[in-house]
C-alpha cells in the first residue's frame, strides 16, 4: 500500500476548483431563489387578476374562490419546479408522479368531477337562474337552488328534485321563463253541422274580452284541422309569462261557456258501426 504523501496535492488547484464550484452553485441558488420569488409573486397577481375576471362576470363567490385557489395552486408547483430545475434537480421523475396521481384522483372521481365542472359552466352560462321554471335532466319545476355538484328544483305539486349537474348539461334544457311573454295554444273542436264563420266570430270576441291577453301582440284564430268526430279550430294568443296559465284556463272555460250559449257542439269521439246480416 502507498504512502498518502500531502506534498503531492495542490491544495492552490482544490482551493480555485472548490471556488468555482461555490460560485457557480452560488449563482444557481440566487437564480433558484429569484425565480421562486418573482415567481409566486406573479403567480398571486395573475390568480388575483382571474379572480377580478369572475367577479365583474357575476360569477358565483364559491366557484370563483375556488377557481382563483386552483389557478394559484397551479401556477405555484410551476415555479417551484422551475426553481428545483434550476438547481440542478432533475424534475422529469417528479412532474410524472404528479401526472400520476393527478390521473389516479381524477378518475377516482371521475363523476364528481363531471357534476362540478357541469356546475361551473351553468353558473358562468347561466342557462337559468334561481326562480325559473324549467325543463331539466328529464324533470320540470322552478329552480329553488343551484350548487356546485347539483340542483334542486320544486315540482308544481311541492316535491323537491335533486338533480346532478351533469345530467342537466348532458340534456335539453327548456327555459320557460327567459322570456315577458309566451303564446297560448288552445286547440278547440266543434260539430261538423256548425257554421264555421259564427264559429270564429264567437272564438274572436272570447279571446277579445280576455283582460290578460296582449292584445297588442295580435292573435290567430284558424281551422287546424278536419278531425274524425270534429272540425278542429286553433286559437294563438300571447300573455305575460307569469299569467300564461291563467290565461291558458280562463280562455279554455270562456271558450266552453260561450259554445254552449250558442249551441254549438263539442261532440265527443264517435265511429260509425254498419251492420252486415
Not at 73 to 93: E, H, W
Amino acid at each position: 500500500m502507498e504512502n498518502f504523501d500531502l506534498k503531492n496535492i495542490d491544495l492552490h488547484k482544490i482551493f480555485e476548483q472548490g471556488q468555482g464550484l461555490m460560485f457557480e452553485y452560488s449563482l444557481k441558488i440566487i437564480a433558484a431563489l429569484a425565480i421562486y420569488i418573482i415567481g409566486r409573486l406573479l403567480a398571486k397577481l395573475i390568480a388575483k387578476g382571474i379572480l377580478k375576471a369572475l367577479k365583474i362576470r357575476n360569477i358565483d363567490d364559491t366557484v370563483a374562490s375556488f377557481i382563483h385557489n386552483l389557478s394559484y395552486g397551479a401556477l405555484y408547483v410551476f415555479v417551484i419546479i422551475a426553481a428545483l430545475s434550476q438547481l440542478g434537480i432533475q424534475t422529469a421523475s417528479f412532474i410524472t408522479v404528479i401526472g400520476a396521481a393527478g390521473l389516479a384522483i381524477g378518475l377516482a372521481l371521475q363523476g364528481s368531477l363531471s357534476n362540478f365542472a357541469s356546475g361551473v359552466l351553468m353558473i358562468i352560462f347561466r342557462p337559468f337562474k334561481i326562480g325559473d321554471y324549467v325543463e331539466a335532466g328529464g324533470k320540470s319545476g322552478t329552480v329553488e337552488d343551484i350548487q356546485i355538484f347539483c340542483t334542486r328544483l320544486k315540482t308544481p305539486d311541492n316535491k323537491v328534485v335533486i338533480i346532478p349537474n351533469s345530467s342537466i348539461m348532458d340534456d335539453s334544457i327548456v327555459n320557460y321563463s327567459t322570456k315577458e311573454m309566451r303564446r297560448v295554444d288552445l286547440k278547440i273542436g266543434v260539430s261538423y253541422d256548425a257554421y264555421l264563420p259564427d264559429v270564429t266570430a264567437l272564438l274572436k270576441k272570447t279571446v277579445e274580452a280576455n283582460a290578460k291577453v296582449l292584445h297588442a301582440e295580435g292573435y290567430k284564430i284558424a281551422v287546424l284541422e278536419l278531425g274524425d268526430s270534429s272540425v278542429n279550430f286553433v286559437v294563438r294568443t300571447w300573455a305575460k309569462t307569469p299569467e300564461y296559465w291563467d290565461v291558458y284556463f280562463e280562455l279554455t272555460e270562456s271558450i266552453k261557456l260561450a259554445l254552449d250559449e250558442n249551441n254549438i257542439g263539442i261532440p265527443y269521439p264517435q265511429m260509425d258501426v254498419h251492420m252486415q246480416k
